[in-house]
């Protein structure tokens, strides 16, 4: 049996170690996923039989995801292939004038409408196969994409029927709609800060789409206004760009009205079902998958070649989310994450104590890459309620405190499976991911909990 803090010297170890390896991006995730807590938990004299049910109780936290991951990034592909995104594009490019900052400002709207289920790995498949197209086409970031999705669906995880909140409300003994209610003042301050974000982003797309632009013609265009981009030119160049990859991808693919209808009716289709929670993701993108291959592909020769085409890029990141499911797995199995958490608040001086909520707040998207979800509502909620409790400060007070604190860093955190979908769906990368987007989120939820704060929902 290990000691609390030995527990917690190997969790931060292999925690920081982890997410330096990763934010270096010298080599790939799946090496440090799964090596180093592997090796940690060797060290700390855990055995081979212990380790193994570590990874295993890990595995089964994400299996789901990543049979999602696999045959949504083949149903996609597919799609992409028989060019049914292509007018789609075209039509985006040209109602946003090949204006980055309208295209970040309706990315953030459908962000927030696509969480409406409360399920990161669904929103996160509805928005980013369709908009990154744009965003390429556009020769925008597709960091930009990933972070302006990924804080709109964090405002909308305060929803009762999501994780966190209904998390707080077991531990305080709330009714989830309860603590909504009480949220939402700082979810519609939450949601407007997103589209101001949005708004500086696409701002700065914009000086980058100019930038590039005076360098292909002349000097002169440095002052061009969004509608002297030529639309109509990139929307072109965009077609021809799917025309001559489909031709490159030689394969015997159906076309006629009739196909391309069906295929608008089976992504409507998934869309509903996902929507409506008639089927989990993973056996809504099988069924939705062999249907495609069905519809577009000709023959048994092209349904190979799909398979063969895209497999190499959906198990690639199917590999980074089992890696992960190695590191999970020890550090919950091993009991590292829990006392973490408690070691953190334990080392607070007693005279904060009426502040502890607060404080807490403030470092939640910090806290988030050093504990799991489960281990900040279940562990450290707990400490913090009963700790500030004494000073007069209300459970809800307590809950909505690290709610909000916390909430708003939900997809920066390697703990979260849905956020390795959302990489490998955009083509990223985890270190590059969070340089961009931990030092704007982590501000973003500073200013809404001083604001929160400040209007007393904190008491």
């Given at each position: ?9 190997a ?8 997410v ?5 991006g ?24 212990e380790?193994s ?5 890990g ?6 995801v ?13 799609m992409q292939d ?12 040209r109602?946003t004038?090949?204006?980055?900052v309208?295209i ?12 409406l ?32 999705v ?18 707080a ?6 009714d ?15 949601m407007?800060?997103?589209f ?20 292909q013609?002349s000097a002169?265009?440095?002052?061009a ?6 639309v109509?030119?990139i929307a ?29 009716v ?9 929507l409506?929670?008639?089927l ?5 993108f099988?069924?939705?998958t062999t ?7 000709q ?10 085409r ?10 980074v ?9 020890v ?33 939640g ?9 489960d ?9 913090v ?15 909505a ?9 939900t997809?920066?955190?390697?703990f979260?499976p849905a ?16 340089k ?16 929160c ?7």
């Amino acid at each position: 049996m290990q000691s609390a803090l030995g527990l917690t010297i190997a969790g931060l170890a292999i925690i920081f170690l982890t997410v330096a390896i990763l934010i270096r991006g010298k080599v790939s995730p799946i090496v440090p996923m799964a090596l180093i807590p592997a090796i940690g938990a060797l060290i700390l004299g855990y055995s081979f039989e212990e380790l193994s049910d570590f990874f295993s109780d890990g595995l089964k936290s994400v299996m789901s995801v990543v049979v999602m991951f696999i045959f949504a990034i083949i149903f996609f592909g597919i799609m992409q292939d028989v060019g049914l995104f292509t007018p789609v594009i075209r039509a985006l490019i040209r109602a946003t004038r090949g204006n980055p900052v309208f295209i970040t400002l309706g990315t953030a709207a459908i962000g927030v409408v696509a969480h409406l289920d409360g399920s990161g790995s669904t929103t996160f498949l509805l928005t980013i196969p369709a908009l990154l197209p744009l965003y390429k086409a556009m020769h925008m970031s597709r960091y930009t994409l990933l972070t302006i999705v990924a804080l709109a669906a964090s405002v909308m995880n305060m929803v009762p029927w999501a994780g966190p909140v209904g998390r707080a409300g077991s531990v305080i003994a709330q009714d989830p709609h309860d603590i909504w209610i009480h949220l939402l003042p700082a979810q519609g301050i939450a949601m407007l800060g997103v589209f101001a974000v949005a708004a500086a982003l696409g701002i700065l797309e914009l000086r980058r789409v100019r930038k590039r632009s005076a360098q292909q013609v002349s000097a002169g265009e440095d002052s061009a206004s969004p509608v002297d981009i030529d639309v109509e030119k990139i929307a072109t160049e965009f077609a021809e760009n799917q025309r001559q990859q489909q031709a490159e991808i030689g394969l015997s693919f159906r076309s006629g009205r009739a196909v391309t209808v069906i295929n608008i009716v089976l992504i409507l289709a998934v869309l509903v079902v996902l929507l409506a929670g008639l089927l989990p993701p993973a056996p809504a993108f099988l069924i939705a998958t062999t249907v495609a291959m069905l519809v577009n592909c000709q023959d048994k020769a092209a349904q190979t070649g799909v398979l063969h085409r895209h497999a190499p890029n959906a198990l690639s990141m199917a590999g980074v989310i089992i890696a992960a499911a190695m590191f999970l797995g020890v550090l919950n199995g091993s009991g590292m994450l829990e006392e973490i958490a408690l070691q953190l608040i334990a080392i607070m001086p007693e005279g904060v104590g009426q502040y502890l909520h607060i404080i807490v707040a403030f470092f939640g998207v910090p806290l988030d890459l050093l504990t799991s979800t489960d281990a900040y509502y279940f562990s450290v909620l707990p400490i913090v309620q009963e700790t500030a409790g004494n000073f007069g400060v209300s459970g809800m007070g307590a809950a909505a405190a690290l709610i909000v604190g916390n909430v708003i860093g939900t997809f920066v955190s390697p703990f979260s499976p849905a956020l390795w979908l959302a990489l490998g769906l955009a083509e990223g990368q985890m270190g590059h991911y969070l340089k961009r987007a931990l030092p704007l989120v982590w501000a973003f939820s500073i200013v809404l909990v001083a604001i929160c704060w400040g209007m007393g929902m904190f008491a």
